[in-house]
T-cell receptor, first 114, second 113 residues
Framework: AQSVTQLDSHVSVSEGTPVLLRCNYSSSYSPSLFWYVQHPNKGLQLLLKYTSAATLVKGINGFEAEFKKSETSFHLTKPSAHMSDAAEYFCVVSSYSSASKIIFGSGTRLSIRP | DTAVSQTPKYLVTQMGNDKSIKCEQNLGHDTMYWYKQDSKKFLKIMFSYNNKELIINETVPNRFSPKSPDKAHLNLHINSLELGDSAVYFC????????????FGQGTRLTVV
């Protein structure tokens, strides 16, 4: 069975300060993990992915995430927030199995204060 | 070229009607999905097809019927629409089931009045 938990439904940071969006996962198989971003009234865009290679993954727009197996976490970070980062962020887990699914977390809304 | 395209983008219809949403992907992927996003932004998988065969069918009312005429298309037909069906429906595709990223369409905002 797989599940993913995003620990914060809403995160608000000031422009230029670091961003941390937290994600914990559970998977019976070796998981692949992803972060997607959804801007208002838009579709879903892949930010970055972990598929059992390097544990520190760099994505687009300056975002990165670190896979920590011991903590079953895959937190998303960015050193300096930009106003354009305001969006909904989804942590996603999937694995190759007979019941393959791509499971979404409940989402974290990121707000950026000027 | 749009990788995963859905039509229509917006759909407003009355209760009791039957409607379809179409999805096409030009990525050569084997697997396609339908997701429903509710008003709280929660995304829940509805169906998944691999090579035109249904592999995931979540607890979805049987008023919802997916159809995959070929590997590149996965359409969603909804009978007897209800108010609670109002949501954004996303189509997606991936190279294989699980373990690879999914590419999403822009979504279809369905409003049942």
């Amino acid at each position: 069975a797989q599940s993913v938990t995003q620990l914060d439904s809403h995160v608000s940071v000031s422009e230029g300060t670091p961003v941390l969006l937290r994600c914990n996962y559970s998977s019976s198989y070796s998981p692949s993990l992803f972060w997607y971003v959804q801007h208002p009234n838009k579709g879903l865009q892949l930010l970055l992915k972990y598929t059992s290679a390097a544990t520190l993954v760099k994505g687009i727009n300056g975002f990165e995430a670190e896979f920590k197996k011991s903590e079953t976490s895959f937190h998303l970070t960015k050193p300096s927030a930009h106003m354009s980062d305001a969006a909904e962020y989804f942590c996603v887990v999937s694995s190759y199995s007979s019941a393959s699914k791509i499971i979404f977390g409940s989402g974290t809304r990121l707000s950026i204060r000027p | 070229d749009t990788a995963v395209s859905q039509t229509p983008k917006y759909l407003v219809t009355q209760m009791g009607n039957d409607k379809s949403i179409k999805c096409e992907q030009n990525l050569g992927h084997d697997t396609m999905y339908w997701y429903k996003q509710d008003s709280k932004k929660f995304l829940k998988i509805m169906f998944s097809y691999n090579n035109k065969e249904l592999i995931i069918n979540e607890t979805v009312p049987n008023r919802f019927s997916p159809k995959s005429p070929d590997k590149a298309h996965l359409n969603l037909h909804i009978n007897s629409l209800e108010l609670g069906d109002s949501a954004v429906y996303f189509c997606a595709s991936s190279q294989v089931p699980g373990n690879t990223e999914a590419f999403f369409g822009q979504g279809t905002r369905l409003t049942v009045v």
